[in-house]
Each structure stands twice: as C-alpha cells, then as structure tokens.
C-alpha cells in the first residue's frame, strides 16, 4: 500500500492550496482516508477525514474553510483548503483505515503517505 500526499507549498494569508491524496495498493473504495498535520513542536492532529460512503468530518479549527471530497476513480482524496491562516502551517499527511462503519474519525490508520509542507506566511 501507497499513499503519496503532494500539492503543499508556500501560500499567503487568505490564499488557498488544494492537497491530494493518491493511493496505490488496496481497494480504495473500501478505504477511510483521513488528512492530519504536524506543526513544529505540536502533536500530531487530525484535520478532516471521509468515509468510503462519503461521510466527512473535520476538525472545528477548519470548519467552513477546508472541504475533503474523494474521486475513487482516481484513487484520489482531496483536501480543499480556502482562507489559510499562519496557523495552518504545518506537515500534512494523508492516512488511510478500512472502513468497517461507513464512518469516519481519528481512530487507528493503518497506512500512512509522507508527508507534503503548508507554509502560509506573508
């Protein structure tokens, strides 16, 4: 299994990036991917998720500015981020669980991408 995370880089405050997720090496219909970030000197958190069936989640710090959606023809999550803020900087990672409830959350990943850098700075 493969995860390749990609689309990070440096963006302004107010700017938008759009990260994807592409995997390899499982059925990728069957999957629950989820997107987290590190920052430096911060633990690991999770940002938002989507379920095989669709159901989303996110984190309340990026309510109504990220939005994650999948393309399972593509083998592809996405990862929409709008009005990024300075504290949006950080290492994103996708992951990747088998979905067994068609939900999703922060729970045990067993598959995880490298990661790709957000820098939002003026």
């Known amino acids: 299994v493969q995860l390749q995370a990609y689309g990070g880089g440096l963006v302004q405050p107010g700017g938008f990036l759009r990260l994807s997720c592409a995997a390899s090496?499982?059925?990728?219909?069957?999957?629950?991917i989820g997107w987290f970030r590190q920052a430096p000197g911060k633990e690991r958190e999770g940002v938002s998720c989507?379920?095989?069936?669709?159901?989303?989640s996110s984190a309340d710090s990026v309510k109504g500015r990220f939005t994650i959606s999948r393309d399972n023809a593509k083998n592809t999550v996405y990862l929409q981020m709008n009005s990024l803020k300075p504290e949006d900087t950080a290492v994103y990672y996708c992951a990747a669980v088998y979905d067994y409830s068609g939900g999703c959350g922060w729970g045990e990943y067993g598959y995880w991408g490298q990661g790709t850098l957000v820098t939002v700075s003026s």
């Open positions: 090496g499982l059925s990728f219909g069957d999957y629950t």
């Open positions: 989507i379920s095989s069936v669709g159901r989303t």
